[in-house]
């Protein structure tokens, strides 16, 4: 479970809008010389962020709690997010290649027509 402290600074019905800043975990990681997060944080300043999330603790306005996402739920989305495209634009390619003509034209523009599905 991959979890982060924020504090409620609203109420939505049953709902709860989370802010966190995500620059504690960075200071004390092995590997954040060669960290991309940690780059996205130093140019983010270390902003809040705000999430809405399910209050299932009956929490209040300014009360800090534990956001915990699950690892599986982050792996899953990471692939459709970046694997997939990365996958459909392959595909376009070798599709537009073997079935539209043989040429270099043809493969970019069948890559590029696979990203963009």
Request: hydrophobic content about 50%; some cysteine.
């Amino acid at each position: 479970m991959i979890t982060e402290t924020g504090k409620v600074v609203a109420l939505k019905g049953d709902r709860a809008w989370v802010q966190t800043i995500r620059t504690s975990a960075c200071q004390s990681c092995s590997a954040r010389s060669g960290c991309g997060q940690r780059a996205l944080a130093s140019v983010s300043g270390g902003r809040a962020n705000q999430i809405l999330v399910a209050n299932t603790v009956d929490a209040r306005v300014g009360d800090e709690v534990v956001i915990g996402v699950d690892e599986q739920s982050v792996l899953t989305a990471s692939l459709a997010v970046y694997g997939l495209p990365l996958v459909l634009m392959v595909l376009g390619s070798i599709g537009a290649y073997r079935w539209l003509g043989a040429t270099d034209l043809v493969a970019i523009t069948g890559a590029l027509a696979g990203l963009a599905a």
